[in-house]
């Protein structure tokens, strides 16, 4: 990671995760579900503090922080994790664009020296700290807009894959640390 996205220990952060050639491999539960599940075990497990969030079909936004950890520890090893599962449920679930998508996820890992067989994740993870409430507030409703901008629901809380229902005080896919 350059020095423009150094993670300081105990900061927030607006953090950006995006698959590989932008593919769209969140489109079915069933790998969606593998990304909020490596969330809730980063959370119980890892130290993450997550303050918001949003799965969209080709990427991943958080505003997270660490507590008591390496946030670029936590980012890796959930990288590192969501890949292989991601590409193993690829292997054995039905998937219609199963070569498709192995073919694409392979062909990233061969640009790679870090890499061997298949890469899901773009290197880094875009990490801005959130030094002031104006930038919270502007990434929070970034965050929040979006499955709304891409005309998927007409209001944020009502994406399953978001923390947006956690602002409206309703429940959400997982527990989030609001922020003020």
Not at 30 to 43: G, M, R, S, T
């Amino acid at each position: 990671m350059g020095l423009k996205n150094r993670i300081i220990p105990s900061s927030l952060y607006f953090l950006t995760m995006t698959v590989v050639d932008w593919v769209d491999v969140f489109t079915r539960p069933v790998y969606k579900h593998i990304v909020v599940d490596a969330l809730k075990f980063c959370q119980e497990k890892k130290g993450l503090k997550l303050c918001a969030w949003v799965l969209m079909s080709n990427h991943l936004h958080l505003i997270a922080a660490a507590e008591g950890k390496n946030l670029s520890d936590i980012v890796r090893d959930f990288k590192q994790f969501t890949s292989r599962k991601i590409i193993a449920t690829i292997q054995e679930e039905p998937e219609s664009r199963r070569q498709w998508l192995l073919h694409r996820f392979e062909f990233n890992a061969h640009l790679s020296t870090k890499v061997r067989h298949y890469k899901v994740w773009q290197e880094g993870n875009e990490a801005k700290e959130l030094l002031s409430n104006t930038f919270i507030d502007q990434k929070l409703d970034y965050i929040h807009q979006n499955p709304v901008r891409a005309e998927w629901v007409n209001e944020p809380e009502h994406y399953r894959y978001s923390s947006a229902a956690n602002y409206a005080d309703l429940p959400g896919l997982l527990e989030v640390a609001l922020l003020d």
